[in-house]
């Protein structure tokens, strides 16, 4: 007996409760379901025919018709690619695209969409981006660690994204009710530690005008993100290691016990391991703080993620600009030793270089690593040479000298030169010193600079 089955495309997406969409060779829009346009307030007049990704050339879709390949990946509002303006909240999506065929066997690219979080506008940076499986296997620890209330320590090169690590974790969390605390432990003196920590009482010491609350108090309910914790004074370990313990603590010159229920994330690029033999890190400490150890791989081992990641930050902060296929290949060729935070770093020098929406390869800068003070417009010396695509490296130099390790008081009159020397311009000054925005803004605030 023959069965003739009539299906149409159209039909069988709409037996999917997911939002559903299909996209031909063309990239573009040629079937949507009713989920869609109920979940997004869409309509799918609206949406058929137009372009899956209008004006990004780097396309998802596109790959998946060039390897065939099906994928399942994370991306947030300003990285899905598709007009989302109208459910009037940021969220994450978990997207899933695989092939499917019509009677005539022509093959589109099916993809279906699910929101796995609502983003709490107080954690902006909370957003991850990446499809590769390198990031993926990341972010599967990063939401299983997110379910449980141990102690993580997150452990990788600088700049691979810790901090965005840490606060992915609090957004996902039972502990989102509180606040994310972020505490960067090299600003921790020795004298200046306890009471950031814990807070002080009025006449405590000289200057004590006032009573404080330390950090612990401030991150009740919440998460406290211990940053570079390696960097922590082996003196005032013994302190920390009590308040982690028994939930409690006293303020500086206080006599009061005072408790704060806490979740603690801790991160460094150091070999806490290697500390502990050495005796400057103590080992009992070391074993609370790693309970759910969580690497966070470098970025040369996210190659898939270099595209998605610099169009993120392009479209931060409101820009608009767009990559054009050189710079991104430029951008790939690159092993990013600064990782993440390089490239950030980079993109915001092409945004603030670029004259036109579109930037080109030559608008991609990759400052030369041996020296903090490069001169902007003179990014590339005469001594280096290019060893392979957007990468700069420097000829050997006679009589080479290690890195000084910069004094606070060295530090401080760093930035004050870059202050006048950039007119205040954030962006370049961290680009310059190859750090964060935000750890500039912390060594403003140290300085009184601010």
């Known amino acids: 007996m023959n069965i003739t089955h009539n299906f149409t495309i159209e039909s069988l997406i709409e037996t999917h409760d997911l939002p559903f969409l299909v996209i031909n060779k063309q990239l573009q829009i040629v079937a ?3 989920a869609w346009e109920n979940h997004f307030g869409l309509s799918r007049d609206e949406q058929l025919g137009q372009p899956c990704c209008p004006d990004d ?33 940021k969220a994450q999506f978990r997207i899933s695209g695989y092939p499917i065929h019509d009677a005539d ?19 902006p940076f909370a957003q991850m981006v990446g499809i590769s499986p390198a990031f993926l296997k990341l972010q599967t620890k990063l939401e299983q660690a997110a379910k449980s209330n141990v102690p993580v320590l997150l452990t990788g090169e600088t700049g691979t994204g810790k901090e965005v690590a840490a606060a992915f974790i609090h957004a996902n969390s039972e502990s989102i009710t509180g606040d994310f605390i972020v505490v960067d432990c090299t600003l921790l003196t020795e004298n200046l530690c306890e009471s ?37 004074p082996l003196s005032q370990q013994p302190k920390l290691l009590r308040a982690l313990e028994s939930g409690q603590f006293r303020r500086v010159g206080g006599t009061k016990a005072l408790s704060s229920k806490v979740r603690v994330i801790c991160a460094t690029h150091r070999n806490l391991g290697d500390m502990v033999k050495a005796g400057t ?41 767009i990559l054009t296929q050189n710079a991104v290949a430029k951008l790939s060729g690159h092993r990013w030793p600064g990782n993440i935070r390089e490239l950030k770093n980079c993109m915001q020098l092409a ?39 957007g990468e700069s490296i420097l000829l050997p130099q006679s009589n080479p000298s290690p ?20 007119q205040g311009n954030r962006k370049l000054i961290a680009a310059e010193m190859q750090i964060s925005e935000r750890t500039l803004y912390r060594k403003l605030d140290l300085f009184k600079l601010s």
Do not use: W
Not at 61 to 76: K, N
Not at 105 to 123: A, H, K, M
Not at 403 to 422: A, C, F, G, V, Y
């Open 281 to 321: 890190f103590r080992e009992d400490l070391f074993y609370r703080l790693s309970v759910l150890p969580i690497e966070i791989p470098p970025l040369r081992d996210r190659k898939q993620d270099i595209p998605l990641l610099a169009e993120f930050m392009l479209r931060q902060d409101g820009h608009s600009h």
């Open 57 to 89: 050339i780097q396309c998802r879709h596109r790959r998946f018709f060039e390897t065939m390949e099906g994928y399942t990946c994370s991306f947030t509002e300003a990285t899905a690619k598709f007009n989302i303006s109208n459910i009037g909240y």
């Open 196 to 232: 950031e920590l814990f807070g002080h009482e009025k006449g405590a010491f000289t200057n004590a005008v006032t009573s404080k609350k330390g950090l612990f108090e401030l991150a009740n309910q919440g998460t406290l993100f211990l940053d570079e914790v390696g960097e922590l």
């Open 32 to 34: 949507v379901n009713t």
């Open 403 to 422: 890195p000084k390790k910069r004094d606070k008081t060295d530090e401080k009159d760093l930035i004050i030169s870059l202050l006048e020397k950039h």
């Open 351 to 389: 945004i603030a270089l670029a004259t036109h929406s579109q930037i080109d390869k030559q608008e991609i800068h990759i400052l030369r690593r041996r020296s903090r003070n490069v001169n902007v417009e003179n990014l590339y010396s005469s001594n280096t040479i290019q060893n392979s695509p």
């Open 105 to 123: 066997d022509n093959v589109f690219l099916g993809e279906s969409i699910s929101i796995t979080q609502q983003l709490e506008n107080n954690y």
